[in-house]
Structures are given as structure tokens and as C-alpha cells.
């Protein structure tokens, strides 16, 4: 089933802040030309994405998925990163 430009999603865009995203890594632009920011938008978990990310300071560079879940007062991204797989 395709969805189209008319539903209505779960989250709006404008609902979320961007500006907070980007400072530790994660950007719009980037999230739409994956072609994973409809699917974000709709409350459904992306497919595995390579974040490189700066957390508390630190740069981290990771495999995740990525879902907005309804926070108090503002959609909350939820990162949920991919353990890597052991070749031995």
C-alpha cells in the first residue's frame, strides 16, 4: 500500500526541532535524501541508518534506526543503534 501526499501523518515536520538535531548530527536534508524522512514522519522505525553523531562531546559513529515516538510536550526521536555482527 503507497501513501500518499494527502494522509494525514503522525508527526509534523514542523513539530520537530531541527535545529536541536543537527547539533549532534542529524539533519533533515540528509533524513530526506535517504528517503527516510516520510517514514519517520509516519511514527515507523527507518531502515539502518550511518549516523556519525557528537554526543556530550564525543564523536560517535554508528549504525541505527531511528523513530519518533509522542514525548510530552514534543515528538521525541528514539535512536536505537545496531549492534555489529562478529565475523569469528
Known amino acids: 500500500m503507497t501513501k500518499t501526499d494527502n494522509e494525514k501523518k503522525p508527526f509534523d515536520i514542523s513539530a520537530i526541532n531541527w535545529e536541536e538535531l543537527a547539533q549532534i548530527g542529524i539533519h533533515k536534508d540528509k533524513l530526506e535524501e535517504s528517503g527516510e524522512l516520510e517514514t519517520l514522519l509516519s511514527g515507523e522505525e527507518t531502515g539502518i541508518i550511518p549516523l556519525q553523531l557528537v554526543l556530550l562531546g564525543i564523536d560517535v559513529d554508528m549504525d541505527a534506526t531511528l523513530q519518533l515516538v509522542e514525548g ?3 515528538p521525541v526521536l528514539e ?3 545496531i549492534k555489529p555482527v562478529s565475523l569469528n
Open 72 to 74: 510530552t510536550d514534543s
Open 79 to 81: 535512536i536505537k543503534g
